[in-house]
């Protein structure tokens, strides 16, 4: 029997999307990050093209998760409440290629700092990095949307990329993200359709398609990741299949969501068969994004540095663009 | 491939002789093209006709067992994404032992493995084989690992030994053991006698695809079926692409050679790029992984990970929903609510176990879906809990008048007091973890 590789070819491709901004584009970035663009399965090389590799951006916050993990406070202990200085080390020790802002202090139950703290927030950071930042919110709408419209004013020209809007409060942040030129996320809870209906609204208020980044929701492992494993895969599919309102980059939150639960928390002898806990966390992370990435994510919001490091290593690892073996 | 009973009719002898059973050859052809007849009632079948159907009915991807009593079945997978049905058979998670480390040192390990259980959403997660390697000058360390994994351990065995005389005498170790031969170097005769004459199967390594498919084709023409195919890559990527144009061939087009489930021996030396390789392999086809050491909190993750993988898409993993008994609840104890979504409801009755507590566990139907899904779907509302604690007559079998709600669903307390005359509803802590100190704190009866 003569073997033939098995290609397929698809009349889609996914969109290719620009982060950030250099001063000649309007912004202050030393450099933009481009993501999507790809014209078959995730890493599928034999069969399609990847101009870009999917990147790691990690998380600094207005206000630390009151579940942030003390073994990852170790990390940066000194700098924690100070998300400019923070931002710096992980771009320049651990390696993040985005940073993003986490402004869930702002929420009316969690903190309620102002709209102008945090939009000071945002500024500092651009200043202390020279990468592309996203700047994510919560989902308190009213709040939210006042934050949001802040902080696309005071970094206007810089491309952020906002995060998130969802169906039933999408407009304010989207005309904020026109009109002082920023990308957009739009996330929708682990359901194609939804995901669908979103894209369309939001380019029906012309909102361009190349500013736009899907979050599919992230599930962490053992919490529903395999819902958001097959979403991402279905929404890849018919993205390639020709599906141009699926067919966006897609963003996933591995450390948000992976060092909130039990088994990142609880201690090695309380549970002897689970293990170490820090082994634990790193593990549940890389595995977490792992999965997701092969399912189809861009861009991963990471939190645990080691996890980071072995992810980027094998994201350049499964980047082969070349044939056969 | 499936035949239509048309293309079998046609393979048939169309002399309508009866002997079948049923009067005509066409007839038989529709028995069996609804698998309701099998090709041996007709005496008079040919030779072409018996390899064709055979052929037809073999599965794209072989079913393959490896170990004795508890053996562990892989292969036998019809899709190459798990929403378009499911994935059937779970990889099967091996751990490495080397010959070289000696019986002393392997003793307490084998042990050690062979206890390690996780419960997770009520399913035992552990590990599936041995992998046992020869690495040491005499052969007796190796004979003695493998006689100490066959009394301590109910766990398949696959054998990596590059001695052939060495390997034979291993063989006769596990007489009745359906162990698998990891077979590194290119394809002999005398290779697939010895896996014949033991009940073993192979696992065929090969650089190519092309290499890969002549030593499948040369195993299959000498009768050998039980395969694994182990292609050798240059790392991660290349191994992701492999996995996916094998399962594809094998799937897509029927290629034989490659119909056998796929095997990785994973050699990392970081820990956490050994987490990383093995969470591709398992999301992307690989029906066997061998894991260079044995680390509690790795394989608790890639057993999670295995299970989220392998679990059927089409329906969620469910309980019954009904009144469990939480330790020994009398009328007076506490009572709480939850989903019968099983991650859910495996949480939530551990943590209040956890607590000390003796109590009623509520939970309800809400088509397996979680708290917080469940109340957006509309399914886990004041009114449907209420309904459902009336309805099984919960009312009458206990006399407490309080009951815990999830605090994710905080929103639910008005509407389930009104439906639910004569009650207090409390709002419970959001995660399950801290029931133990919240139930310290509120009174709940
Ligand atoms: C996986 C998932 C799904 C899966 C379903 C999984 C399932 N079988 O339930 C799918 C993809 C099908 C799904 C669908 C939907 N989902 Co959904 N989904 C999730 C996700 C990612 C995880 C849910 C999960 O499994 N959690 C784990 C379980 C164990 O959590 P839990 O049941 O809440 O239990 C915990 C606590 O509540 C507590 N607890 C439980 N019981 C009790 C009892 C007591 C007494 C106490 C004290 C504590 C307690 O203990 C547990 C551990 O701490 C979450 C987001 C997230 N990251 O959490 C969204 C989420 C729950 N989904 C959401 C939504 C909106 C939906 C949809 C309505 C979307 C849509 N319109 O299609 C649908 C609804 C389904 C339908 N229409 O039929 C929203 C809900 C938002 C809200 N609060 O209103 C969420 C939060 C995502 C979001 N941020 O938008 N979803
Ligand atoms: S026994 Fe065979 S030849 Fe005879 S009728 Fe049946 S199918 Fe036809």
């Known amino acids: ?325 | 491939m499936a035949l239509s009973g048309l293309d079998i009719f046609k393979l048939l002898p169309k002399t309508n002789c009866g002997d079948c059973g049923v009067p005509t050859c066409m007839a038989f052809a529709m028995k069996l093209a609804q698998k309701k007849a099998e090709l041996s009632e007709c005496p008079h079948a040919s030779e072409e006709a018996k390899a064709t159907l055979g052929a037809a009915s073999e599965p794209p991807i072989r079913l393959v067992k490896i170990g004795g009593q508890s053996s562990l079945e892989v292969g036998n997978e019809t899709v190459m994404f798990r929403h378009e049905k499911t994935f059937y058979h779970p990889t099967g998670i091996a751990i490495e032992l080397r010959a070289s480390e000696g019986q002393e040192k392997l003793l307490p390990k084998i042990k050690e493995i062979e206890k390690h259980k996780v419960e997770r959403v009520g399913e035992e997660l552990k590990t599936d084989l041995f992998f046992v390697t020869q690495d040491s000058q005499d052969k007796k360390d190796f004979l003695g690992a493998i006689n100490l994994v066959k009394q301590n351990s109910a766990k398949g065995i696959i054998l990596y030994c590059q001695d052939r005389a060495t390997l034979k005498e291993a063989l006769g170790l596990l007489k009745d053991d359906r162990p698998a031969i990891f077979l590194q170097k290119e394809l002999e005769d005398a290779d697939i006698e010895l896996a014949k004459t033991n009940q073993a199967s192979l696992i065929l390594t090969a650089e190519s695809f092309e290499e890969l498919a002549a030593q499948t084709e040369k195993a299959r023409s000498a009768g050998l079926n039980d395969l694994l195919l182990n292609l050798e890559s240059k790392g991660v990527g290349h191994h992701l692409l492999h996995n996916t144009i094998l399962r594809r061939s094998a799937l897509k087009k029927n290629f034989k050679p490659f119909g056998y489930p796929l095997f990785s021996r994973i050699q990392i030396k970081d820990d956490f790029e050994l987490a990383a390789n093995a969470s591709i392999f398992l999301c992307k086809y690989d029906s066997v992984i061998v894991l260079p050491r044995y680390d509690k909190a790795l394989l608790y993750a890639l057993f999670t990970l295995r299970q989220n993988i392998y679990t059927d898409p089409q329906k969620p993993i469910q309980v019954d929903p009904k009144v469990y008994p939480i330790g020994d609840p009398t009328p007076e104890s506490p009572v709480f609510v939850t989903t019968n979504f099983s991650l859910t409801y495996f949480i939530v009755s551990g943590e209040i176990e956890n607590s000390g507590l003796s109590a009623h566990l509520v939970v309800t139907d809400t088509e397996g879906q979680s708290v917080l899904t469940a109340w957006a779907a509309g399914k886990f509302v004041g009114e449907k809990v209420a309904k459902f604690i009336k309805d099984i007559k919960f009312e009458q079998q206990v006399k407490t008048r309080k009951i815990v709600i999830p605090g994710f669903a905080s929103q639910i307390s008005g509407d389930l007091e009104e439906h639910l005359p004569g009650w207090e509803v409390i709002v419970g802590c959001q995660e399950a973890s801290d029931i133990p100190s919240f139930v310290k704190k509120v009174k709940l009866t």
């Not at chain 1, 923070?86 to 869930?104: F, N, P, Q, T």
């Not at chain 1, 500024?123 to 949307?145: A, D, M, Q, R, Y």
């Not at chain 1, 409060?169 to 904020?176: D, G, S, V």
């Not at chain 1, 591995?254 to 639960?261: A, D, I, K, L, S």
């Open chain 1, 1 to 325: 029997m003569t073997f033939e590789i098995p290609e397929e070819t698809h009349a889609g491709k996914v969109m290719e999307v620009t982060l950030g901004a250099t001063p000649d584009q309007g912004g202050t970035r030393s450099h933009t990050v481009k993501i999507g663009g790809s014209t078959s399965s995730p890493f599928h090389f034999f069969e399609g093209e990847h101009p870009h590799s999917p990147v790691v951006a990690m998380e600094v916050f207005d206000q630390v998760p009151a579940k942030y993990p003390d073994f990852l406070r170790n990390y940066c202990r000194d700098v924690i409440d100070q998300p400019a200085a923070m931002a710096k080390k992980c771009v320049a020790e651990y390696g993040a290629e985005l940073i993003s802002v986490r402004l869930e202090g702002t929420h009316p139950e969690k903190g309620n700092r102002s709209v102008e703290e945090a939009a000071e927030i945002v500024k500092h950071v651009l200043e202390s990095v020279s990468v592309p930042i996203i700047v994510t919110g919560h989902s308190h709408f009213e709040k939210n949307n006042e934050v949001m419209k802040k902080v696309c004013e005071v970094s206007a020209g810089e491309n952020c990329l906002i995060n998130y809007v969802e169906t039933d409060n999408y407009k304010t942040i989207a005309a904020a993200c026109l009109a002082y030129k920023h990308t957009l996320v739009a996330q929708s809870p682990i359901d194609v359709n939804l995901a669908k209906q979103l894209n369309i609204l939001l380019t029906e208020m012309n909102f361009p398609a190349e500013k736009i980044v899907m979050d599919p929701l992230t599930g962490t492992l053992g919490y529903g990741l395999e819902y958001t494993y097959s979403i991402m895969e279905r929404i890849r599919n018919d993205g390639l299949a020709g599906d141009k309102m699926l067919a966006f980059p897609m963003l996933i939150n591995p450390g948000y969501e992976t060092f909130r639960v039990k088994e990142t928390r609880a201690a090695e002898k309380d549970y002897p068969e689970w293990g170490d806990l820090e082994a634990r966390g790193i593990y549940w992370e890389i595995s977490t994004s792992m999965s997701l990435l092969v399912a189809g994510a861009e861009l991963l919001i990471m939190y645990h540095p080691q996890a980071v490091d072995a992810v980027k290593k094998k994201i350049k690892e499964m980047f082969v663009p070349k044939k056969g073996n």
